[in-house]
Each structure stands twice: as structure tokens, then as C-alpha cells.
């Protein structure tokens, strides 16, 4: 796949954490303009004024990212479901009131959230970690099929074990019972490369991918197929 994303304009979200530094880098490979935030999206008014700031785009990638509590379910304290849902799921439908009536208008646009496996797959001591992932995937899934119509696409990727220093720095990385439970847990037997998993989402912003509708595709070497 080569220049797939000439002449796009693309919002990527929490540039610095997650997945962030590949997209930008792979997305302007592909030949997008890339317009890089690394503002907290936590506080109501952020979205919005990240997307204003932004100027005219044709793709907003959703990159949200905060490290997972390992809370046991019954011990969850309100504050911590709150703070989770804060950081990942409530920023979802201010970006999309903020850059979809732009794409609507035009009839043409895109917006890809990077999500988790989590969703798909039960984890221990991670109940508010994985409820908030799963409300993203099920508010994609419900905007996807209703911004279809007006050829404006809206889909996820889900993904775990996929190598980026938000959730897999170096340090876990180079520890022995990680590297155990990757030969363990994961069929691929290997962190899925953050370029991969970047690739993927270039393509699901390009123009090829036009076809696909609420859709979430995991990405997990494995991990969340049972």
C-alpha cells in the first residue's frame, strides 16, 4: 500500500500516548496531512476545541488512551469508574458532534476509533477498563450504520497486545513472565509490530475502505479469537 492517504487532512488524537507517534508517522508516509494533538480530551470543552483548531479535516482517528486499574470488580470505587469513562468513552461523541457535521455536509469522511480487545475478550480485575472500551465499540457499531447513508464511514480497530509504550514499554516488554505469557496467551507468540496494526489503520482511512460500516477489526495476534 503506497500514498493511500494523499490529499487527506487527518485529526490524530493523543498524539504522544498509545498509538499515536506510529499513526503520525505511517499516516505521512501514506502521503496524509497530519494534524497531531496531544491535548487531554477528559475536560467537556476539549474535543471541540481540538477539532476547531484543527481547521478542515477528512479524517479524525479517535486515539484514547489510559492505563487500565486492575481494581477487583467488587472494590471498583466510583471515582475510578468515572475518571476511565472520562478519559475514554465521553470524548467519543464530542468528537463526532464537533467533525462529522463537516464530513455530512460534504458527504464524505471518515472517523476511526483506536479501541481495545478488551471488549471482546474477558479480563480479570479489569471490569471498568474493559466496560469503557466495550461502550466505544457499541457507539461506533450504533453511528457507524447511521452516518453510512451520508457516506461518511465510521469503524474501530480492537486491539491487545499490540507494541506501544502506553501499554507495552520496554520495561514490561523485557520481563520473563510477560515474554511467558505472550507464548502463552498469544497464537501469534509475538506482539503484534505498532507499524502493522498503523498500516491497517491507514487503510481503513483511505479510500479502498469505503465499503466498511460500524465495523470492529481485532487486532490482537490472536488473543481475542476463542
Given at each position: 500500500?503506497?500514498?493511500?492517504?494523499?490529499?487527506?487532512?487527518?485529526?490524530?488524537?493523543?498524539?504522544?500516548?498509545?498509538?499515536?507517534?506510529?499513526?503520525?508517522?505511517?499516516?505521512?508516509?501514506?502521503?496524509?496531512?497530519?494534524?497531531?494533538?496531544?491535548?487531554?480530551?477528559?475536560?467537556?470543552?476539549?474535543?471541540?476545541?481540538?477539532?476547531?483548531?484543527?481547521?478542515?479535516i477528512d479524517v479524525l482517528v479517535a486515539n484514547l488512551a489510559h492505563l487500565a486499574p486492575s481494581t477487583p470488580a467488587t472494590e471498583v470505587g466510583e471515582d475510578e469508574w468515572r475518571q476511565v469513562f472520562a478519559a475514554l468513552?465521553?470524548?467519543?461523541?464530542?468528537?463526532?458532534?464537533?467533525?462529522?457535521?463537516?464530513?455530512?455536509?460534504?458527504?464524505?469522511g471518515k472517523v476511526l476509533v483506536i479501541g481495545s480487545a478488551a471488549a471482546l475478550r474477558g479480563m480479570k480485575r479489569a471490569s471498568t477498563y474493559s466496560a469503557a472500551r466495550g461502550a466505544q465499540l457499541a457507539y461506533v457499531?450504533?453511528?457507524?450504520?447511521?452516518?453510512?447513508?451520508?457516506?461518511?464511514?465510521?469503524?474501530?480497530?480492537?486491539?491487545?497486545?499490540?507494541?506501544?509504550?502506553?501499554?507495552?514499554?520496554?520495561?514490561?516488554?523485557?520481563?520473563?513472565?510477560?515474554?511467558?505469557?505472550?507464548?502463552?496467551?498469544?497464537?501469534?507468540?509475538?506482539?503484534?509490530?505498532?507499524?502493522?496494526?498503523?498500516?491497517?489503520?491507514?487503510?481503513?482511512?483511505?479510500?479502498?475502505?469505503?465499503?466498511?460500516?460500524?465495523?470492529?477489526?481485532?487486532?490482537?495476534?490472536?488473543?481475542?479469537?476463542?
Open positions: 500500500m503506497q500514498n493511500a492517504l494523499v490529499g487527506k487532512r487527518v485529526l490524530i488524537t493523543q498524539c504522544t500516548e498509545f498509538m499515536g507517534p506510529v499513526l503520525c508517522e505511517v499516516f505521512a508516509e501514506q502521503g496524509a496531512t497530519v494534524v497531531a494533538s496531544a491535548e487531554s480530551l477528559s475536560e467537556p470543552e476539549a474535543a471541540a476545541r481540538v477539532v476547531q483548531q484543527a481547521g478542515a468513552v465521553d470524548p467519543l461523541p464530542r468528537l463526532v458532534a464537533a467533525a462529522a457535521p463537516a464530513m455530512l455536509a460534504r458527504g464524505s457499531q450504533a453511528v457507524g450504520v447511521e452516518l453510512a447513508p451520508r457516506q461518511v464511514q465510521v469503524n474501530a480497530i480492537a486491539q491487545n497486545f499490540v507494541d506501544n509504550p502506553t501499554y507495552f514499554p520496554a520495561e514490561v516488554q523485557a520481563n520473563p513472565r510477560f515474554q511467558e505469557r505472550l507464548a502463552r496467551e498469544v497464537p501469534l507468540g509475538r506482539l503484534v509490530a505498532a507499524r502493522e496494526d498503523a498500516l491497517l489503520a491507514a487503510y481503513l482511512c483511505s479510500d479502498a475502505a469505503d465499503c466498511f460500516v460500524g465495523q470492529v477489526f481485532p487486532v490482537s495476534g490472536g488473543w481475542a479469537v476463542r
